[in-house]
């Protein structure tokens, strides 16, 4: 039966290839095709890979992507084409020897993939798991189709990613992969930088306004000085020449325009900078519930508790 399904896959799939949409994926197709015949099972699925990324429905390049991964033992990966092919052949209503082939390897493949367990109890809320690339709903957690080389990932937001890269599996069991993430400290961090910023941009908006407030005090000495004096006061320059009131009012209302308006506006920059910064920051993992769990020891009994409080 195996040897048949082989004749009807080869046969069938050249026989498909120049149905695909694209010359370059028909000339990487027979490329592949050519590595497969030279037991080059590896540069062969690269072949198809590409193939299919220029072509992602043609029935040729999807089988043989199937049988190139079963040849390298990725029996998990095989699998998800040979599924994808059954698909196709049902939505483009394939001749029945294409339908056969795919069912005939899906069968023999699903009793001998290797199969894993996740468990993410000890793992956020919202976490997404990942294997070899392809999303796992959270349903089939129980039940994972693995390759020996398989990795298996795992997100969730605020925490750093997880990444497993499986070793060769002995029989079908690959046994549970725990899934557990630690807190991405970076927001954090990111976090302390925005305040740093923002309050340095507070203490600069009020060291621009004390500099204003210095500018108006001493211009408003002078008018009293000026008012006192009798016989009209004359303020002095630096070089020691007089200078008029309505000389000083001028360097004043320049010095409140362009110095003290300057730094307020560098305080505010920081500010604004410092808080978005802070909202910006990748959020940092915490624990959202408590979890209680019986600790047992040589001379103690009790329980654990986890979680936030």
Known sequence: MRCGAVTLLVLGALSRAAHAESPEADRLFLEGRALLGENDAA?????????????????????????????????????????????????????????????????????????????????????????????????????????????????????????????????????????????????????????GLAGGGLLTVAGGFLYALHIRNRYEDRIDRFNADPEGYVDLDENGDPITLATRRDEADSDLKYKATTVVGIGLALIATGAIVYLTAPRTGEATATAFAPALGPDFAGFTATGRF
């Open 43 to 195: 540069g062969a699925c690269a072949k198809f890979n590409a193939a299919v990324a220029l072509d992602p429905t043609a029935p040729g390049i999807i089988l043989n992507l199937g049988l190139c991964y079963e040849r390298l033992g990725k029996y998990a990966t095989s699998l998800v084409w040979f599924r994808r092919a059954q698909a196709l052949a049902a939505e483009q209503q394939l001749p029945p020897d294409y339908k056969a082939a795919a069912e005939q390897y899906t069968v023999e493949l699903a009793a001998k993939v290797a199969l894993a367990r996740i468990d993410v109890s000890g793992a956020p809320a919202g976490v997404e798991v990942k294997v070899d690339g392809r999303l796992v709903s959270s349903t089939d957690y129980s039940r994972i189709e693995v390759d020996s080389d398989s990795v298996v990932e795992a997100t969730a937001a605020g925490y750093k990613p997880f990444r497993l890269q499986l070793t060769p599996v002995e029989g079908r069991d690959a046994g549970t992969i725990a899934i557990v993430l630690d807190p991405d400290m970076r927001g954090r961090r990111t976090k302390l930088i925005g305040v």
